[in-house]
């Protein structure tokens, strides 16, 4: 069968891209973390890679895509990918359905990454093994099927775009519950180790999330252009904001802040990419740098030790982003109007959504963590938390002593 060159060169572009955020990823976390704990962070951000990819073949593609209309879980149909041909067209027919398995596997890859920031030092890596798998299975898979894959939500009517509510809302949240089953640190005051380090991962980041907003397109069209620009835009002035208010309120300017708030403008345009005109993603990124800096300042008096602020930046800027997507959706850009045109059925339902998905990720979250501490235990004793997770678990140190 004959496809499109330009789609199909696009969708393995794109795909590539998202690939590259997972090892940002660990860079970012592993730049913020304590120098006892780097490759503890980092190696659980990698082994995602691993574990998730022969996850994703085996049962996770078939469990978000077959199945019904509007149920909770699809089926296992497409177990090992079993009845979809190499040469099988996608759904537009211009690609082959192994890029958009390899491209959704690459979400599935990053979105329960993301909740480790939350823990850093405190969560023993066999328990965390354990976790990456049913975490995915019970809360990822559900959502993706929900809101991507034709299930109850997309019939309801609910849009996400790249994944406000099925990758962000739901990590943020997940890693919100996290920290309130492991508790806080013995050490909350380890500056981060390597900002420099922060700063490359913040790159790779910022350079996939062309792939993760541009690519949920599905086609090289107006509005995948469109996706990532806005996301380009709405980083950078989130970016910005946060900067400025960090300024003011600590009268200096700070690098990682300014760097946090690029991630902050990332995740909270993320469900809107494609469906809002570039002006809302201007207001969206202010929006995201002043909202996600201020859930950072009330997670730090509340005394909530996420310790990567993954609650404050991931869960509150998916959350924030999709409630706006609700507010600034325009028809004339991708056929769906939202509040400021006066659908109140839509935002309404934005909102209903991504409440769902912070609930129950939260929820579900915390109850596997106590069933799995019974099969492991989750949590590092003092000692491993004391010695560092690097050297306690993995045998392994970051950086040789004399070089810090």
């Keep these: 069968m004959m496809f499109d060159s330009g789609s199909t060169t696009f969708m393995i572009l794109c795909t590539s891209l998202v690939m590259l955020m997972t090892p940002g990823l660990a860079f970012f976390y592993g730049g913020l973390a304590g120098k006892r704990n780097i490759l503890g962070i980092m190696v659980q951000t990698f082994v ?11 049962i996770g593609f078939s469990l978000c895509f077959s199945g019904g209309e ?8 497409w177990a090992f990918l079993n009845g979809i041909a190499f040469d099988q067209a996608f759904d537009n027919g211009k690609y082959p359905m192994y890029i958009f398995v390899a491209y959704q596997m690459m979400f599935a890859i990053i979105t329960p990454a993301l909740i480790t920031g939350a823990f850093v ?6 328990a965390y093994l354990i976790f990456l798998v049913l975490w995915q299975i019970f809360v990822y898979y559900p959502f993706v099927h929900m809101v991507w894959g034709g299930g109850l939500l997309a019939q309801w009517g609910v849009l996400d775009f790249a994944g406000g ?13 996290s920290v309130f089953y492991v508790g806080k640190r013995r050490d909350r005051n380890s500056p981060p180790n390597s900002i420099p380090l922060v700063a490359i991962g913040t790159g790779l980041l910022w350079f996939g999330w062309y792939g993760f907003n541009a690519g949920s397109e599905l086609d090289v069209d107006a509005i995948s252009t469109l996706a990532f620009l806005n996301t380009d835009v709405a980083a950078s002035f989130a970016a910005i904001t946060w900067l400025i208010i960090e300024w003011v309120k600590e009268g200096q300017p700070k690098f990682v802040g300014l760097l946090t708030g690029a991630v902050a403008g990332l995740a909270t345009i993320t469900p809107a990419a494609g469906f809002v005109p570039l002006w809302a993603a201007m207001l969206i990124g202010i929006s995201a740098g002043a909202v996600c800096y201020l859930a950072v300042q009330m997670k730090n008096k509340l005394g ?4 990567l602020d993954v609650w404050g930046v991931h869960g509150i800027g998916g959350t924030l982003g999709t409630i706006l997507l609700g507010v600034f959706a325009y028809s004339h850009i991708n056929g769906q109007s939202g509040l400021l045109e006066g659908n109140v059925s839509f935002f309404v339902k934005e909102v209903v959504a991504v409440t769902i998905a912070a609930v129950y990720a939260f929820i579900f979250t915390y109850l596997m963590l106590v069933i799995i501490n019974l099969i492991s235990p989750v949590k590092a004793t003092e000692q491993e938390e004391e010695i560092g997770i690097d050297q306690a678990l993995h045998g392994e140190k970051a950086y040789d002593e004399g070089a810090l």
Excluded: E, P, Q
Excluded at 165 to 177: D, P
């Design 121 to 126: 030092n405190r969560v023993t890596f066999k």
């Design 48 to 58: 995602s890679l691993g574990i998730t990819t022969i996850l994703w073949v085996t």
């Design 304 to 307: 909530w030790d996420d310790a």
């Design 165 to 177: 509510i099925v990758v962000h809302a739901t990590a943020g949240f997940a890693a919100l519950a």
């Design 70 to 77: 509007g149920g909770i879980i699809g089926n296992l149909d």
